[in-house]
Structure formats: C-alpha cells, structure tokens
C-alpha cells in the first residue's frame, strides 16, 4: 500500500475544475479509445452468460481495470465513452464526472492502479512539457517579428 502524502489530509477531495486536472482527464479518456476497449462486435448468445462473453473478447486493459477495486468506476466510463461517440459529442466535457470518479478510485486504489496512474502522470508531464516548448517558441517568433517591425520603421 503507498503512504498517504503527509501534507493533504487524508479526507481531502481534490478539485478538476483547474486546467490541469481538466488536460490529466482529457490525457486519461484519449489514452484509452472504445476500439481499444472493445473487440469485439459479437452478439451475445442465449446458451452464455454476459460476463463470460465479455471477458473473452476484452482488452488486457480493460480486464486489468475490471480487476481491481474500480471495476464499477470503470464499466461507468466506459459506457459513458461508449454512448457518447455513438452521438459523437465531446467525450472530455460530457463523461467529465465519470472521468473524475474513475480517477479517485483508482488513487483510492493506487497500489493495484499504479501503473496505470505512472504511465499517465509521465504522459502529462510530457504534455506539459511540449506546451512549454511551444510558448516558448511562440514567445521567440513574436520578439523576433516586433524587431523586425522595429527595424522597418
């Protein structure tokens, strides 16, 4: 089990209303899309039961959320995800809760999730990182064509 970080107490509830949870959720419903999620398009048969049909055409991820304490919190967004691109909305602003939900299940649960939640801190971290680069850039392109205003005056 990991520690409890020792400056949030531990009844805390963080906020997503920041850009950076709101960028961290966007990065968890685009890490994962239902073609990956679901393989098969196979009916069910009557002779089955739903849960085995299920589990035989799964991703490994999805059998790796499924087994964990956030089975619930997933199968929620994945249905979500699912209705959603069938209407072809924006997955980030209407399965926002369930995004959310899933999350703090899954840092409830961090020792089964953790990789899961490395990989995705990693991924944001870049995401960061290239948004700098690209201000920078920015930044750097608009000095250099106000000197050359400058120059042309």
Do not use: W
């Given at each position: 089990m990991s520690s409890p970080d020792p400056k949030t107490p531990e009844d805390a509830k963080p906020s997503f209303d920041d850009s950076s949870s709101k960028e961290a959720i966007e990065s968890l419903t685009s890490t994962i899309t239902l073609e990956e999620t679901d393989q098969t398009n196979t009916p069910m048969t009557g002779n089955q039961e739903e849960e085995e049909e299920e589990e035989e055409g799964e991703c490994g991820f999805c059998l790796f959320m499924k087994g964990g304490g956030c089975k619930d919190a997933f199968v929620a967004w994945e249905d979500c995800i699912k209705q959603v691109e069938e209407?072809?909305?924006?997955?980030?602003?209407?399965?926002?809760?369930?995004?959310?939900?899933?999350?703090?299940?899954?840092?409830?649960?961090?020792?089964?999730?953790?990789?899961?939640?490395?990989?995705?801190?990693?991924?944001?971290?870049?995401?960061?990182?290239?948004?700098?680069?690209?201000?920078?850039?920015?930044?750097?392109?608009?000095?250099?064509?106000?000197?050359?205003?400058?120059?042309?005056?």
């Open positions: 209407k072809k909305g924006d997955i980030v602003e209407k399965c926002f809760e369930v995004t959310s939900a899933l999350k703090l299940c899954m840092e409830a649960h961090a020792d089964y999730y953790e990789p899961i939640l490395r990989a995705e801190k990693a991924a944001e971290q870049e995401a960061v990182k290239q948004l700098k680069k690209e201000k920078e850039e920015e930044a750097a392109a608009a000095a250099q064509k106000s000197e050359s205003n400058e120059k042309e005056k």
